[in-house]
């Protein structure tokens, strides 16, 4: 497996913001986003084999683990290391384009599903087939930087929708928060809005927290 970093921090997105959280980075994306602030994990890392990062992973004290990327389910070995961390609380972010269905994950562990708005650029590569395989603990996320995008997570919310914990958050700089929380209100959403926080906690473009 190619590992970009390692690293404790608290989590600073989704349903389990603030807890404290070790970070698997693997290496490689199939997308680029317009807005990515990894892109620093499209190439760089090292070859680790499923064994060494759990020995990794043992060495801090919680039993938290958040994997991603880069895409963390292009490598080929992540059922294995999944099965390592079966004592652990995992969540999995994903971008959309690859296919869930494969997927048999266990009760602590669940997906953060983003789906793409249009003004990542990706959108189109987005498989709107695995809304059927979430569950209640998964996480379907929508990070919005224009109102174009706030519709289209609008429509396939509408369409696509069965199961699963729905966050809006902004494109980190681009919009304002208030501007998505006035729209999430006139329109009666219930949805959940969040903020990275460690980019408030630290410097939004330090590594490794
Ligand atoms: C870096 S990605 C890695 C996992 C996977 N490739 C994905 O996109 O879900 C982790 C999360 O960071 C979010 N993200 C990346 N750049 C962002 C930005 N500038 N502002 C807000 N969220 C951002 C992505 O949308 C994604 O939800
Ligand atoms: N603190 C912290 N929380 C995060 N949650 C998801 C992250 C990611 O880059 O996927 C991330 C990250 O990079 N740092
Ligand atoms: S899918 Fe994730 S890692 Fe890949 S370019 Fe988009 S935000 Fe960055
Ligand atoms: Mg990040």
Known sequence: ???NE??????????STGFPTIFIRFTGCNLRCSFC????????????????IYNEVKKFKYKRVCITGGEPLLQEDLSKLL???????????????????KYRLLPNHRFTMDMKVPSSMES???????????KDRDEI????GTREDYEWAKEVIKKYY????????????KIEPKEIVNWILQDNLDVRFQLQIHKIIWEPDEKGV
């Open 1 to 3: 497996m190619k590992v």
């Open 6 to 15: 390692i690293f404790l921090s608290i989590q600073g997105e989704g349903v």
């Open 37 to 52: 602030d990894t892109k620093y994990s499209y190439e760089d890392g090292e070859e680790m084999s499923v064994e060494e």
């Open 83 to 101: 099965y390592l961390l079966k004592e652990y609380e995992v969540n999995i972010e994903t971008n959309g384009s690859v296919d869930l269905g």
């Open 124 to 134: 189109k590569k987005m498989i709107f087939t695995n809304f059927k395989y979430l």
């Open 141 to 144: 996320k929508f990070v919005i």
């Open 162 to 173: 069965r199961k699963g914990i729905i966050t809006f958050s902004p494109v980190f700089n």
